[in-house]
Each structure stands twice: as structure tokens, then as C-alpha cells.
């Protein structure tokens, strides 16, 4: 996450804090390395959690706030709909509270869990069928505000009961430890046009966004380019204190660490200075007082509920639609667990965590639909990266990082103040964010032979083949008609998810079209998933529960259960073959 999740130089991340090797470690197995501050299992001190968890927590704020810049358009919303802040707060606690339960008792990896764009592509299919129209800009406006409020919560009920029915197959594919079967059939060619489709789709956005000022939107992605691609060696002195030593000077990585919140505060800073000048004339979309009503109107307090929008509805067209967002945050999710593991110096996770994490997962993203957040939840990249940047790949840092988002979530006006940023600033950031998260997908390619024709025929047409499908049928919205309403409905909102078209054309291509194992890329992307069935449960192990350990495993029957650190994948095999044999 997929993906899930924005790739603002990750890869170059990635490849710069590679844990070394490190003497003796051999066939896998992982050990403290000296370019790790805090493992995995370390507990720093209270007050050094306290801001490293900010660091994770201002890392991963700007992707949350991108989203509803999309999603509450698509809900018929106003812009100065002051219940815009209220979703933002909805994600940002529900952000918190799936966080902390999976590195808690899920994957029990030091990951952030929240909302991903992946999502926003089925939303905008399901949004887009006649049903679900918007009425006119001057007919919402009309409208008094009880009645207005009736027409996204409407359209939000659906969205959650959407997503929180399709995400029971990610737990049940979790919890019931079916990843395993099923890895084989995702490959690279694969994932790379699921995910790269997430953001070539959205480029209409973008350029709604970016058009509205030219000057601010391109001044956003310039500086967005430097800081984020020319800074990013550049480190910044700053006062630390170490306990024992004292006071010392450190270089922080502030460019590398936080490009997209510097851009934003330099850019609506700029804002600042054209609106107080009148650069920017009255009701002009750059201008900072635009929107400034919401911050009035916000609540101080508010504790998000399950169902606070109405009671979720359910339908089928809406279901398999999110499910292709689902599906992408599992291949992009996986793909982040051996990731993290190897940089916070800590085995790489066996199957039970891997299962857990996904299972996991999916419960977060039942919990998001019912809590009302528009959205799912998936692992973000941002702060896998941030991990890497930082050696700080402490558990109990990012448990105390989802406390502050719970508190966050829960005082509304923080939630507002990222509301009224300028959309134009919005539109220069949509231009780098959803073109890194193609770039992201592209990236998959790595793995497989390019100088195949083969390959090269699967990656144009699976890439080519849904956005001209996607964009004929949400021009001839009107187009099936099998007699039956439900599956006209279906069918329209399946044709018209690029991500679900583009990975079903990529899979059943790859999967179908003779070619050998080196030419797809299996050898090497195998390898680099690792996720080999290997069990530890000696006692402490980093994969266990926090707590119940030697209660479960006196009991045998957890050895079956593929989700429980106790799970030997071989003893359910052998016992069926028993019964068989007996």
C-alpha cells in the first residue's frame, strides 16, 4: 500500500540506511546493528517517546489531510462545510487507535496504519454512478444546511458500510492465513499497474486543484522538488540532550524527514502575505482567509463514534468496487513488513506476524468504515522511511505516536486548521504525490526482465487498457443495462476502477502467457519478500504478545491457529494426514 500510501524519496531511504552486516548473523536471522539508536524491543526514555513520536506523527499528517481534499468534494460537500474538519479528526483518531492495535498485538512491527488514497479510487467510481450524483453547486448552496448535511451523510453511510464489509476479506485472508496460498499468483507485473493506476487516475484532481493559481501550485511542487530531492543530504544543527553527556549539538535530517510540511508552511505563508496585500482578490482560491469560517465553527472537543453519520448501508456494487482498494493495500502492505523488520535490526517476521499484521489490517479498516472516516487504512510508506532516516525503530515510539494522533483526533479545531489551506497549494502537492505513488508501482518492475516482449506487452496494455475503459465508462455512465438494476450497478463500478481492471488484466496476463520464472521476475521477488513459514517461540521473542505468552503456549490447539505465535505451519498438514491415514 498498496498504499496505502505517498513515496517522497523512500527508495533513495530505503538504499541509504540499509543495516549493515553485521559478523556471525547468517541464514536470515538479524541482529542489533550499530547504526540502530533503538531497536525494536528498546524503550527510550518518556520524554524522548514523546518527540519522536511527533516526528512519525507530522510525517504522516500531510497524506491523511491530502485525502478529504478529494473525498469531500465527491460527497457533495462545500468547501466551507465546517464538518469538513470532522472527518479529518475522524481519520486522524481512528489513524491512532488502528496504529497502536497493530503494533501492539498485530504484525507487532513499529508501523503507522491510516488512510490511503488507494481507497479514493473505487470511492470516486461508486460516487460516480447516477444514484450517487451531486446536485448543482447553487442548488447546494440553497439548500439549508439540515438538508445539506443529509446529502453527503447520505453518500458517506454508503462509503462506510462499503468498506467495512469489504475488508472482512482482508481479515479473513489474515487471520485465516491465506496470504500464503495466494502469494504466488501476485507478482510483479501485478502489482505494478494496480498501484501506479492509484495515481495516474486521480490526475484530473491534480489539475482542478493546481489550475486555480498556476504560480502557487507550481511554486509548491518546485520547492516540494528541492527540498525533498536537493536538500535531502543536507542535515540542520540542532540542541539534543543525552542522558550521562549532557547537552550536545546533532545534525537532523529536516529536509529529508519533513519536505512536504516545509513546503506548506513556506507556500501558505506566501498566501498569507499576497491575501493581507490584495494580491489576491476577495473570494479568491489562494487566499488564506478563504475558508477561516471552519476554524470558528469547529468544535474544541470531539470525540469520534461508530456510526456518528448515520447507519452504514450496504450494497453489492459498492462492496466489490472497495474491494480492489483492499486488494491493493494487501500486496502494497506486505511488501512493507520485511522492509521495516530489516531496518530496526529485527528478524525477518514469520508467517503468524505477517497473517496477524494482515488480518490486523483488515479489522482497522472495518473500524474506519464504521467510525464514518470515508476511507480504509494501510501501511504508510512515509514512515517506514522515517524509520530508516531517524535509526529509531522503537515499538514504544510509535505506540506513544498513536496516543498523539488519538489526542489530535479528538480536539477538533487542530483538525480544521488543515482544512483551510489554499487549494492551490493542495494542487502542487497532488502533482508530486499521486506521481510518485504511480512512480512507486512502476518501481516493481526492477524484479522482471525488460528486454522481454513479453513483459513489455503486459505492462502497456495493463496499463493502457483501464484508463481507456475507466474513462469511456464514466462518460457513458448509462451504457450496460442487463435489465437487472443491481448488476448494472455492479458492473459499472467494476469497469470503472482502473486499479481493480488494470490488477485483474496484469495478474491473469502473467499468470496465463507462457513465460519462465527469471523473465517474470519470481526468483528475485520471492527473495525479497522473504516470507518464509519459520516459527520462534522462545520466550520474548519480538513477534509474541505482549502478554498471555506462557498461557498460550500451554495450550496446543494455538499451534493450528496461523495467526498465533505459537503456529507451525507443517503440524495442521501432518495432523490432517493422520486422520487420513488412520
Not at 516526528?55 to 499528517?61: G, R, S, V
Not at 482544512?419 to 497549494?425: G, K, L, V
Request: hydrophobic share 45%; charged share 15%.
Amino acid at each position: 500500500m498498496v498504499h496505502h500510501n505517498i513515496q517522497i524519496g523512500l527508495e533513495n531511504i530505503l538504499r541509504d540506511t540499509a543495516p549493515e552486516e553485521v559478523p556471525g548473523v547468517q541464514n536470515g536471522d538479524v541482529g542489533r546493528t550499530s547504526n540502530v539508536t533503538y531497536g525494536i524491543d528498546d524503550t527510550p526514555p518518556w520524554y524522548l517517546c514523546i518527540f519522536m513520536a511527533l516526528q512519525h506523527y507530522l510525517t504522516m499528517i500531510g497524506a491523511i489531510v491530502a485525502i478529504p481534499f478529494i473525498l469531500c468534494p465527491a460527497l457533495c460537500m462545500l468547501d466551507t462545510d465546517p464538518d469538513r474538519s470532522n472527518i479529518i479528526s475522524t481519520m486522524i483518531f481512528v489513524t491512532g487507535l488502528i496504529t497502536w492495535l497493530q503494533a501492539t498485538f498485530g504484525c507487532r512491527l513499529p508501523i503507522v496504519q491510516g488512510g490511503t488514497i488507494s481507497f479514493l479510487v473505487p470511492t470516486l467510481a461508486i460516487l460516480g454512478l447516477p444514484v450517487w450524483k451531486c446536485p448543482s453547486e447553487d442548488a447546494l448552496v440553497a439548500m439549508p444546511e439540515e438538508d445539506r448535511r443529509i446529502v453527503w451523510m447520505t453518500r458517506m453511510c454508503e462509503l462506510s458500510g462499503a468498506i467495512a464489509v469489504s475488508a472482512l476479506f482482508q481479515l479473513f485472508l489474515g487471520y485465516f492465513g491465506v496470504i500464503g496460498s495466494l502469494l504466488r499468483y501476485v507478482t510483479p507485473l501485478t502489482i505494478a499497474p494496480t498501484v501506479a493506476l492509484v495515481g495516474l487516475t486521480l490526475f484530473d484532481h491534480a489539475a482542478s486543484a493546481a489550475s486555480q493559481q498556476w504560480g502557487i501550485a507550481a511554486g509548491t511542487f518546485i520547492l516540494l522538488t528541492i527540498f525533498s530531492q536537493c536538500l535531502d543530504k543536507v542535515n540542520i544543527p540542532t540542541l539534543s540532550y543525552k542522558r550521562g553527556s549532557g547537552f550536545s549539538i546533532s545534525w537532523f535530517p529536516l529536509f529529508k524527514l519533513f519536505p512536504v510540511l516545509i513546503t506548506i508552511t513556506i507556500m501558505w505563508a506566501i498566501c498569507g502575505i499576497l491575501t493581507a496585500t490584495d494580491v489576491f482578490p476577495e473570494g479568491h482560491p489562494a487566499r488564506t482567509d478563504l475558508k477561516v469560517n471552519i476554524i470558528e465553527d469547529a468544535p474544541w472537543f470531539r470525540i469520534p463514534y461508530p456510526g456518528q453519520w448515520g447507519v452504514p448501508t450496504v450494497s453489492v456494487a459498492g462492496v466489490l468496487g472497495m474491494l480492489a482498494g483492499v486488494l491493493a493495500c494487501t500486496v502494497e502492505s506486505i511488501s512493507y513488513y520485511p522492509t521495516t523488520a530489516r531496518m530496526c535490526a529485527a528478524p525477518p517476521p514469520p508467517l503468524h506476524a505477517i497473517n496477524r499484521g494482515l488480518g490486523t489490517e483488515g479489522l482497522g479498516t472495518v473500524l474506519a468504515g464504521l467510525w464514518g472516516s470515508g476511507n480504509g487504512t494501510n501501511t504508510f510508506g512515509e514512515n517506514v522511511g522515517a524509520i530508516g532516516v531517524t535509526k529509531v525503530g522503537s515499538r514504544r515510539v510509535v505506540q506513544y505516536a498513536a496516543g498523539l494522533m488519538v489526542l489530535q483526533g479528538v480536539v477538533g479545531k487542530l483538525g480544521a486548521v488543515f482544512i483551510i489551506i489554499p487549494q492551490p497549494i493542495v494542487g502542487g502537492l497532488f502533482c508530486v504525490m499521486f506521481g510518485m505513488i504511480s512512480a512507486f508501482g512502476l518501481s516493481a518492475l526492477q524484479y522482471v526482465d525488460l528486454n522481454s516482449s513479453r513483459n513489455l506487452y503486459i505492462i502497456g496494455f495493463s496499463l493502457f487498457f483501464p484508463l481507456v475503459l475507466t474513462r469511456w465508462m464514466s462518460v457513458h455512465s448509462g451504457v450496460i443495462d442487463t435489465g437487472v438494476e443491481a448488476l448494472d450497478a455492479v458492473l459499472q463500478v467494476l469497469l470503472s476502477t482502473s486499479i481493480l481492471v488494470g490488477g485483474v488484466v496484469g495478474c491473469l496476463l502473467d499468470n496465463l502467457v507462457p513465460g519462465t520464472d527469471e523473465e517474470r521476475g519470481l526468483a528475485a521477488w520471492s527473495q525479497q519478500m522473504s516470507l518464509e513459514a519459520t516459527t520462534v517461540t522462545t520466550e520474548g521473542d519480538t513477534y509474541d504478545f505482549p502478554i498471555g505468552m506462557s498461557l498460550i503456549r500451554r495450550w496446543k490447539w494455538t499451534y493450528y491457529l496461523p495467526f498465533m505465535p505459537t503456529y507451525e505451519p507443517g503440524k495442521f498438514t501432518a495432523l490432517f494426514k493422520r486422520k487420513k491415514e488412520s
